[in-house]
Structure formats: C-alpha cells, structure tokens
C-alpha cells in the first residue's frame, strides 16, 4: 500500500511538472530543456526559506512561486529574440547555470551534500506526516493545478498561445502582443513548475542538486513529447506511462543494476520511433510543424 | 606559469576544435542539431577501448577501426532516422528530439555493457616532457600536433578539393544545389561520415588522455555547439576561433579561480554571444530571410 501511495505522490508531482511545461512546450511551442531548473529552484527556495527563515512550508511556497517567476523572466526575455535551436541552446545553457550555482555555491545551499532533515508541511497544526496525508496534500494542489490548466487552455489566452505556435506572424499580423504573451505564458509554466519542486523537497524531505540535472529537465520534456502535447490529456498520460514504467520493470524481475539504464533506453527509443510515426506523442495534439 | 596556462588553453582548445569542426560540417549543412554527435563521441571511445583493451590489438589497427566504425555509425544514424524525416521535410523540433532520444538511447546501451564507472586506456602514469618551463604529457603534444596537421588538410579539402566545394555549396543554399545536379543524399552521407570520424577521433585522443565514462558525450557536444556558434554559424572554419576562446578561457578559470564554474562561465558565455552576436565572431549580418 505504501508502495502505491509512494507511486501516485510521484505522478502527482509529475503531473504538475508535465501540465506546466504543456503550456510552454505544447501551447506557445517554445522547445525548452529548462523545466527541471525551475523545479530545482522552487525546491531550494522554499528549502531555505523553512530552514533558514523557520517559515511555514505554505507560507514559503506562497513566497517561492513570485521568486520564481521572476527568474523565470531571465530565460523568456533572451528567448524572445532566439528562434529554433537556438533558443533550446539558450535553455540548456539556463538549466546548466542553474545546476552549477545550486552545486557550486557552497555556503547557500551546500552544494553536492545537499540538504537534509527537510520538514514535512503543516498546516494549522497538522502535520502531513504519513503517506496518505501527504498524498492527499500532493493531490490537492494537482486538482487545483490541473483546474487552473483546465481554464488556461480553454481561455482566450489559450488559444492565442496556440495562435503563436501555428503561425506567430499572423498572429502578430492579428494585433496580438506576441512577446508579451510568450513571457507571460513561460512565467505560468514555470511559476507552477516550483509548486511541485516545493512538493518533493517536503516528500523526500532530503534534496541535492543532482535531483535538477540537464537529463532531469530531458525526462519531463520527454513526459510531455511521449503522451504527447498541445491538450489536456497528453501530458497525464505521459506522466502515467512515463512514470509507471520503471516500476513495470521491476516486477519483470530486471536486476536494480540495469534497470535504470534499460529504462532510459525505452524512452530514449519511444522519442525516436513517435517522432518518425507520430509526432503529436500518444494522445496529443501538437505535432512539431 | 603563464606559459603552462597558455600551452593547456591552446591543447584543450584544439581537442575543442576538433569536435567543434565535425559538429560544424554538419550543422552547417544539413541545419541539424546533431545531438547524438555526442553519442558518437561516447561510442567511439568505448570501441577504440574494446578494441585497445579487451582484444588487445595494436593501437593504431584500433583506433583505425574505432574511427571507421564511428564513421559508419554516423551514415546509419542519417541514414535510418534523419534522411526519412528529411524527406518528410520535419521541422527543427522533430530533428531535434529524434536526436536527443537518439543520444540517449545509445548512452544507455553503452553503460548497459559497460557500466556506468569511469574507464581509463593508459595504464600507469603517461610520458611527460619538459619545454623550457612547460610540461606536457605525451599525449598533449599529439593532440595538439594532430590539430596542426588536420587542420590545414580540412581546409584544403573544402576550398580546393570538388567534393568540398560541392560540401560548401550545399550548406550554402541546398535547395538551388540540388538544381545544379548535386546528389544531396550522398553528400550528406558524406558529410555525416566525415563528422563522425572526426569526434571519434577527438574521442579516443580524450580517452587516452583522461578516460571515459557513458555520459562524457553530452559536455563535450555541448561545448562543440557553443565554439560553433560563437566562431559563427555557415563558416566551416569559424568553430576553432570559438574553441581556441574557450580553452584558453577554461584554462584561466582553472588558474586565477576554480574550475568550478567552467561550465556555468561557458554557457554565460553563449547566451552572451545568443543575445549580442548571434551571428558569432567571424559571422556577417544577414537578414531574417536568408537563414
């Protein structure tokens, strides 16, 4: 049971990492390799907020997703002038900063140590201490994620963004304010992503830099790519599928050793194969065009 | 001390180099952003180990026949995954991913076989000499003498040989090439043997020199696409200036402060050069039209 509750806190947290970077990736078609920085940089946030400030974990979070979104202008504001591989090499140029300061700079977040004995939240007294609590936790800023998502992409400013990804000269050409509506939806996308970074510091209660690495931010773009982007359900397919999948490779009985490489294999040939045959992912909608 | 500064820069910038020439022949053809370039780097030296260590033959047989395969690995890689999306005329997006998922399909299999741990070539401590107040292992001195000696022959090869000028030809404008006759296909296939052969060269120099292990490819793609893009891109000979600027700047950081924060100063470095010069230091201008 443990096991299960300790599988759906994952798909939880994945799941608002994959609805967000949907946003970028799916809805406005920036291509960016940069989600697990922001994911990183929530979790450190609000780390050292509750550590170092003894905020609560609610009130720090509260305070993390405006820090992050302003960060977040750092990589949309350069993006605006880069176009194709250019600006995913300005985002992996971001995320490999990122994962540099967060283990270089020592005396703020002890580099490759890492930090322990991380609080789990408490809210009015309770502490979601035991799984189920903290599954229903983790569920509950899901639903409202994935409400808010929900709205985004069915709003008016969903469709733009789409509007953006089919054609940004027409759009242009339609009066819409292109650069301004890039940013805005890059500030979304990665303001939610540091929700689940906050989420997971508070699960593991243990994080270290290696959890925000360049392959970390390839496994959540590979999420949305495999269930596919540009709607609503894609990426919780691909959050399901992609996160199941080590766990249906453990009970085919492969040795520890070599499952995560196999792993890693399945997806990295999954990309190649949809991208031939179906480029819009299992059931999305944007096909890269 | 400045002179053993200045003789490390120059070697780390002509292993740069030569990687960052391979990557540039073929992003500036074919506009690919070849990822698993990376993968063929890694590939490379675990045959060149394979082949070195394990079957122990001579070195020079295996790296002869570490760089034909690496070559050939390259011509399947264009051959099965990126000629069919180019008949499709895939966009950028599609490229790319395909090579991302290549990459890491391919690094997965090697550290399958080989484990995850660091490798080394050369047992023992390695040759050193002494140049006036510079020392220099035996290996750094081959690898900055074989950058001397490709080099030239690189350039010779793109500006007076056919085949190289049809090679510049169709990175200059591949649609009007192929009205002139040229036959895109083998040329690209060429190009991705040529490419290839060159990473698995760089490779094996830098396994000699510091060991291997699975995930070394994805650093050193990475720094071959920034010398790329600094030197500017549509230039085939502009990678090394962007190459030799980041080893001899890596070299300062590992003298004056730590070498640390090599990486995050590289790619400040690039969105630097991304956002002020996108067209690199020895790039022209061009209109948004004609790239």
């Not at chain 1, 979601?128 to 599954?135: C, G, I, Q, V």
């Not at chain 2, 394979?50 to 002869?64: E, G, P, Q, Y």
């Amino acid at each position: 049971m443990n096991y299960i509750l300790h599988i759906l806190i994952m798909i939880n947290i994945y799941l608002i990492l994959s609805l967000s970077l949907n946003l970028i990736v799916g809805y406005t078609g920036l291509l960016s390799i940069a989600h697990a920085a922001f994911y990183g940089i929530g979790a450190y946030i609000t780390t050292l907020l509750m550590m170092n400030m003894g905020l609560n974990f609610f009130i720090a979070l509260f305070i993390t997703i405006p820090v992050v979104m302003l960060v977040s202008l750092l990589v949309s504001f350069p993006s605006l002038r880069l176009k194709g591989d250019y600006f995913v090499l300005a985002t992996i140029a971001f995320q490999v900063i990122v994962f540099s300061i967060l283990y270089n700079w020592i005396s703020l977040t002890r580099g490759p140590y890492g930090i322990p004995g991380i609080n789990r939240p408490v809210l009015l007294g309770f502490k979601f201490d035991s799984l189920p609590s903290y599954f229903f936790l983790s569920l509950f800023f899901v639903i409202i994620v994935g409400l808010l998502f929900k709205l985004l992409y069915k709003s008016p400013f969903g469709r733009v963004l789409k509007a953006i990804r089919e054609d940004e000269i027409s759009a242009k050409a339609m009066g819409k304010n292109v650069d301004s509506l890039k940013i805005w939806s890059c500030l979304i996308g990665c303001g939610i992503a540091s929700i689940s970074g906050a989420l997971y510091a508070g699960y593991v209660t243990y994080i270290d830099p290696t959890s925000f690495t360049l392959m970390e931010s390839v496994f959540i773009l590979s999420i949305v790519l495999v269930g596919g982007s540009g709607n609503f359900r894609g990426p919780i397919i691909g959050t399901i599928f992609m996160v199941i999948l080590p766990e249906i490779l453990r009970f085919l009985g492969l040795p520890d050793s070599i499952a995560p490489n196999v792993r890693q294999m399945i997806y990295g040939a999954l990309l190649i194969i949809l991208m031939k045959y179906r480029p819009q992912g299992l059931a999305g909608e944007y096909r890269f065009e | 001390m400045i002179w053993q500064f200045l003789a490390n820069g120059l070697i780390r910038g002509s292993m740069y180099a030569l990687m960052a020439l391979g990557f540039g022949l073929i992003y500036n053809t074919t506009r690919i952003f070849h990822i698993a370039h990376g993968a063929v780097y890694t590939v490379a030296a675990y045959l060149f180990y394979t082949c070195a260590i394990l079957l122990k033959l001579n070195v020079f047989v295996s790296l002869f026949l570490a760089l034909f395969c690496s070559g050939i690995l390259g011509v399947i890689i264009e051959f099965s995954i990126y000629h069919p999306l180019y008949k499709r005329k895939a966009s950028i997006g599609i490229y790319l991913i395909s090579s991302l998922g290549l990459y890491i399909f391919l690094i997965n299999t090697i550290a399958l076989f080989y484990g995850n741990e660091t490798k080394t070539l050369s047992p023992g401590i390695e040759k050193t000499y002494h140049i006036g107040s510079i020392i220099l292992t035996r290996i750094q001195i081959f690898e900055l003498i074989s950058f001397i000696i490709i080099f030239p022959i690189f350039l010779f090869f793109l500006k007076r040989i056919k085949l190289g000028k049809i090679i510049r030809a169709l990175a200059d404008n591949p649609e009007l090439s192929t009205v002139v006759g040229i036959n895109v296909k083998k040329i690209r296939i060429i190009i991705f043997f040529l490419g290839s052969i060159l990473a698995g060269f760089t490779s094996c120099l830098g396994a000699l020199d510091v060991g291997m292990d699975p995930h070394m490819g994805m650093n050193v793609l990475l720094i071959a696409a920034v010398a790329v893009i600094m030197g500017g891109v549509g230039i085939f000979e502009s990678p090394v200036v962007g190459a030799f600027i980041l080893g001899l700047l890596q070299n300062l950081l590992i003298w004056k402060v730590s070498s640390r924060w090599e990486s995050m100063v590289t790619f400040m470095l690039l969105i630097c050069f991304l956002v002020f010069r996108p067209q690199g230091i020895l790039g022209k201008k061009r209109r948004l039209e004609e790239t």
